[in-house]
């Protein structure tokens, strides 16, 4: 099985920065897509940023150009760096990937996630 393991979450205070990352693991899996979606109470998950194997990047309207969402393909680790954080940036961030799990006779798709770090910006 496939884990995803986020760390990074916090507290600051607005126009400060974090940075998230989270590492997948398992026993024999190959990753495609991985990305941060936040969930703020009484509102729907959204997301965040997504990022390709190939590198290929789609962010959120409301974090565009604050946020960078990258990733290391050697170590199935994605990262997000947060700038110019908002108060209403504040919400518990999950990290998302997608893939093939090969502990599987022939390969078994994963669509997994973290299990999500808090993130709160203060005013």
């Not at 205070?13 to 969930?39: D, E, I, K, P, T």
Request: overall charge neutral.
């Amino acid at each position: 099985q496939v884990q995803l393991v986020e760390s990074g979450g916090g507290l600051v205070q607005a126009g400060g920065s974090l940075r998230l990352s989270c590492a997948a693991s398992g026993s024999a899996f190959s990753v495609n897509n991985m990305g941060w979606y936040r969930q703020a109470p009484g509102k729907q998950r959204e997301l965040v940023a997504s990022i390709t194997r190939g590198g290929n990047i789609n962010y959120g309207d409301s974090v565009k150009g604050r946020f960078t969402i990258s990733r290391d393909n050697a170590k199935n680790t994605v990262y997000l760096q947060m700038n110019s954080l908002k108060p209403e940036d504040t919400a518990v961030y999950y990290c998302n990937a997608d893939g093939t799990d090969y502990t599987f006779v022939f390969g078994r798709h994963f669509d997994d996630w973290g299990q999500g770090t808090q993130v709160t910006v203060s005013s």
